[in-house]
């Protein structure tokens, strides 16, 4: 079944303004990442998040693993249009598991 | 220079056809891998090779066939395509099978099937 459920579903916000989407899973993890998909474009890679980590930076990203509550969120600070994309989040179980588990996305549009 | 590269980007074709789509990775990765992104963007690995090794076969039916001649390659072919197939299928490569490692996508093969 599947792991990650990315809510909202879809958010749209003005440009400068901070973007929050979380990230929910169902079993235990070992590395939790992000991802984000341009329209008609392959996904990219964003920011990994360990289990045994709370929170991690990356320019304008914060990303926040909360393992009691099996959630994830991903803030983007100071919105620009071109974040305007799906983001995934996608968990691994570690060991011999070797498959990341994709949630269905959060459609951010930033309007300018 | 494209890191990871599929091609057709587009491929049309009828019911009970047999396509391939193909992809390449020029980073040295060593694990490559086959995704199906559905028209509700859900996006589901396939298949994965480590050094031209299968390591991941997932519930996927037989007529979809991976076939890595080399650790820079990794074709899927699909036989007597059904509408269901219609999808987008994108490649992806690792450093490694580890999944601490980001995951490099290709631009993704658009399949319709008539």
């Known amino acids: 079944s599947q792991q990650g459920e990315e809510d909202p579903q879809a958010l749209s916000i003005q440009e400068g303004e901070n973007a929050t989407m979380n990230c929910s899973y169902k079993t235990s993890i070992n590395n939790l990442q992000w991802y984000r998909q341009n329209s008609g474009r392959g996904l990219v890679h964003l920011i990994l998040?360990?289990?045994?980590?709370r929170e991690k930076h990356s320019g304008r990203l914060r990303v926040t693993l909360d393992t009691s509550k099996k959630s994830s969120s991903l803030l983007i600070t100071a919105s620009r249009a071109a974040d305007t994309a799906s983001y995934f989040c996608a968990t691994d179980r570690g060991g011999s598991n070797y498959k990341l588990t994709f949630g269905k996305g959060t459609l951010l549009t930033v309007n300018p | 220079d494209t890191a990871v590269s599929q091609t057709p980007k587009y491929l049309v074709t009828q019911m009970g056809n047999d396509k391939s789509i193909k992809c390449e990775q020029n980073l040295g990765h060593d694990t490559m891998y086959w995704y199906k992104q559905d028209s509700k963007k859900f996006l589901k690995i396939m298949f994965s090779?480590?050094?031209?090794?299968?390591?991941i076969n997932e519930t996927v039916p037989n007529r979809f066939s991976p076939k890595s001649p080399d650790k820079a390659h990794l074709n899927l072919h699909i036989n007597s395509l059904e509408l269901g197939d219609s999808a987008v299928y994108f490649c992806a490569s690792s450093l490694g099978a580890v999944l601490s490692y980001e995951q490099y996508f290709g631009p993704g093969t658009r399949l319709t099937v008539t």
């Open positions: 090779y480590n050094n031209k090794e299968l390591i």
């Open positions: 998040i360990r289990s045994n980590e």
